[in-house]
Each structure stands twice: as structure tokens, then as C-alpha cells.
């Protein structure tokens, strides 16, 4: 059964970078057909779907957060990151590294989770 771990620092300053990165066992980021996501869930609000890298390496973002957002992987570490720069006190949230087996941008499509990790962005 895979699983997903995510790990980066939970205080970051505004105008800087969150970089975290999810590290899985039990199945390859490789392999066909999943879709590794970033997802956060910031205090009161519904889940967001921030982006994805697919099997193959290609990623697609949330458009309203592509400028900012870049997902990488690599693939001897079986680990991809999440990069989001320029950060201000509303990217505060707990955020997730997901899969899902198609490309969907709905949090719900999304069978197998991290625990989560805190990141605060102070002012």
C-alpha cells in the first residue's frame, strides 16, 4: 500500500518560498497512470487542489496560483516538492501531498493522503 510523507519547514516568513516535499513508499511516482498532488486546507475554508506532476513528469496547476507554483520530483528519491513562492499570511493552511489514479483537480478524486503538515506564513 502506498504511502505519502510530507516534510518541509511550518513557519514561513511572507514574501518567501514554502518548499515542502512529499516522499512515498510502496509505488513508484513513475508509474502509470498516477497523479501526485498538492492540496492544502487552509483554517475554515474547503480543500484547494494547488497542482499536480503526473507519472510521466508533466504538471498542471491551479490557474489561479500558477505563477507562484512549481512542482518538481525526483525520481531516485521517489520524493516530489511543492514550491510556492511569494507567500503571504493567507497561504497559512495545512497542506497535503495526494494521489490519484486520473487527472483530476478534485481534492475527493484523490484515494491516498499524506498526514498533513502545518505551514504558517508570518507577516
Known amino acids: 500500500q502506498v504511502q505519502l510523507q510530507e516534510s518541509g519547514p511550518g513557519l514561513v516568513k511572507s514574501s518567501q518560498t514554502i518548499s515542502l516535499t512529499c516522499t512515498v513508499s510502496?509505488?513508484?511516482?513513475?508509474?502509470?497512470?498516477?497523479?501526485w498532488s498538492w492540496i492544502r486546507q487552509a483554517p475554515g475554508k474547503e480543500l484547494e487542489w494547488i497542482g499536480y506532476i503526473a507519472y510521466n513528469g508533466n504538471t498542471y496547476y491551479r490557474p489561479s496560483l500558477k505563477s507562484r507554483t512549481s512542482i518538481s520530483r525526483d525520481t531516485s528519491k521517489n520524493q516530489f516538492t511543492l514550491q510556492l513562492s511569494s507567500v503571504t499570511p493567507e497561504d497559512t493552511a495545512v497542506y497535503y501531498c495526494a494521489r490519484s489514479g486520473e487527472p483530476s483537480v478534485s481534492p475527493s478524486d484523490h484515494g491516498d493522503w499524506g498526514q498533513g503538515t502545518q505551514v504558517t506564513v508570518s507577516s
Open positions: 510502496g509505488g513508484s511516482i513513475t508509474t502509470n497512470p498516477y497523479y
